[in-house]
């Protein structure tokens, strides 16, 4: 995009500022960029005058309530070859080509794979890292990743606290490292700058998890849906029974599946536990159709649900990342109407709400792989855990509207959370402070 001669005279910094505001504002207001540029006022010309205009255009709200607007006004750059198709036919495409380690090559996971995927090959490497440390690893690549599934032994990262963010209460959440990699496109999902693997990894070795998990303390809460979605590749990995019945022995621990699908056959085969909980993200069908691409549809994800609690689970509901739009009050209201009339509420262990937050990596990612997203055009600034959020009194009427209609219809028992929020915006919400199971 190139700036007009009148602003010729800025240095490099500024241009970009000025760009990036540019970009920006004609995307939110389905404009051309030279539009935009036409429309400021002819007397805007210091470098001041002219930013305090685009800023005033492109954070209206946070201007108007004299928030601190420190957004990411980093370069524009766009290729638009990093656009991720939205077209394929399948939700969890078959991959083109499975990577055993040469020491799983024998397992029951490794076999199942190549009866799974019988027009997949097969290749035999000696260790993942190894194997994989000399790849480039880019946009493309993360776009292309469903192609290659990897199934290795994990020797270390069998699980740790989840890192969570500087200054906001943490939920004493730990991840379990079984799998690494989703096939599912949510617009929003932090894996796409963070993950560094040309394909999606899937641990074999589920018995030494259970192993360390035997050394973890009763009052842990585990999970396995950061890096990956708990259930998205159970009927191949069968890791969900296992699980329940390993977890069985030890009631002090907590396990949580966390997903976007319905795949709960494996969990339905075996008898449910009291200290296994089996959550959902949710959002409403239009934020689903906009921005969880290939993931199951709300009414799935609630008839799953309603499924595993009459099986005898506890269950837990993740509204996160909760989307702003206009009239967002009714559609989110309904929403929380409708879990409860399709979940039984005493079955409900805990329910969580968070609002959209990135980091200033992952916005330029997302903006590259999804032109067309909307959540972008919100008004995000930067906190001060570097993260850009919605503004602070906006969280917080989201905050207290959805803890109201959620409270309205939980059982006492529910503890209802915020995720990634500080001790000051829980108490200035409601919220409860000290996270328990
Ligand atoms: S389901 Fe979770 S891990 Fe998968 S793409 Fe969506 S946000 Fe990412």
């Known amino acids: 995009m190139d700036i007009p001669e009148k602003f010729s005279s800025f240095g490099a910094n500024k241009r970009q500022e000025i760009t990036r505001l540019v970009f920006e504002i004609a995307k939110r207001e389905r404009l051309m960029p030279v539009e935009v540029l036409d429309r400021i006022p002819a007397d805007c010309r210091a470098f001041a005058a002219v930013k305090a205009y685009l800023v005033a255009r492109r954070f209206p709200e946070a201007v108007r309530r004299q928030e601190k607007v420190s957004g990411s006004f ?9 656009a991720m198709p939205l077209d394929r036919g399948e939700n969890v495409p078959a991959p083109g080509m499975i990577y055993a380690e040469a020491s799983v090559k024998d397992s029951p996971l490794v076999r199942r794979a190549v009866q799974k995927y019988p027009r997949a090959g097969l290749t035999l490497i000696g260790d993942y890292k190894t194997y994989t440390g000399r790849e480039e690893f880019d946009i493309h690549a993360y776009n292309r990743r469903t192609r290659d599934l990897f199934i290795i032994q994990e020797q270390y990262d069998h699980f740790k606290p989840c890192p969570c963010s500087p200054g906001v209460v943490p939920c004493g959440y730990h991840n379990a490292n079984l ?24 641990p074999e070795n589920l018995d030494d998890f259970f192993r360390v998990f035997n050394d973890s303390r009763d009052g842990v809460r585990l999970g396995s849906g950061e890096t990956t979605d708990s259930l998205v590749f159970d009927d191949l990995t069968g890791f969900s029974g296992r699980i329940v019945e390993h977890f069985r022995a030890f009631p002090g621990r907590v396990f949580e599946f966390k997903t976007k699908s319905d795949n709960v056959a494996g ?59 206009p009239g967002w009050e009714a559609v989110y209201e309904g929403l929380v109407k409708r879990l409860f009339e ?16 990135m980091t200033p990596s992952q916005k330029k990612v997302i903006e590259n792989r999804f032109p067309e997203n909307t959540i972008l055009d919100a008004e995000l600034l930067m906190g001060a855990d570097g993260k850009l959020r919605y503004a602070p009194a906006e969280r917080l ?40 199971a």
Not at 74 to 82: K, L, Q
Not at 179 to 198: D, I, K, V
Request: net charge neutral; hydrophobic share 50%.
């Open 74 to 82: 980093s370069a524009v750059e766009i290729d638009p070859a990093s």
């Open 179 to 202: 799998g690494f990699g989703c096939p599912f496109e949510c617009t929003y999902c932090f894996l796409q700058s963070y993950a560094n693997a040309p394909g999606i990894v899937i």
């Open 267 to 325: 969990l339905l085969d075996v008898k449910a536990a009291s200290n296994i909980v089996v959550g959902w993200s949710l959002n409403p069908q239009k934020v689903i159709d906009a921005n969880e691409h290939f993931t199951a549809s709300l009414a799935r994800r609630l008839a799953a649900a309603a499924r595993c609690a009459a099986h005898g689970y506890r269950t837990a509901f993740h509204f996160d990342p909760v989307i702003y739009f």
């Open 342 to 357: 399709a979940v039984p509420s005493e079955s409900i262990a805990w329910i969580s709400v968070g609002t959209l937050r």
């Open 397 to 436: 009427e989201i905050y207290r509207a959805m803890l109201a209609w959620i409270r309205r219809q939980a059982a006492a028992s529910t503890h209802v959370y915020l995720c990634m929020e500080t001790a000051s915006m829980w108490h200035d919400a409601g919220a409860r402070v000290n996270w328990q």
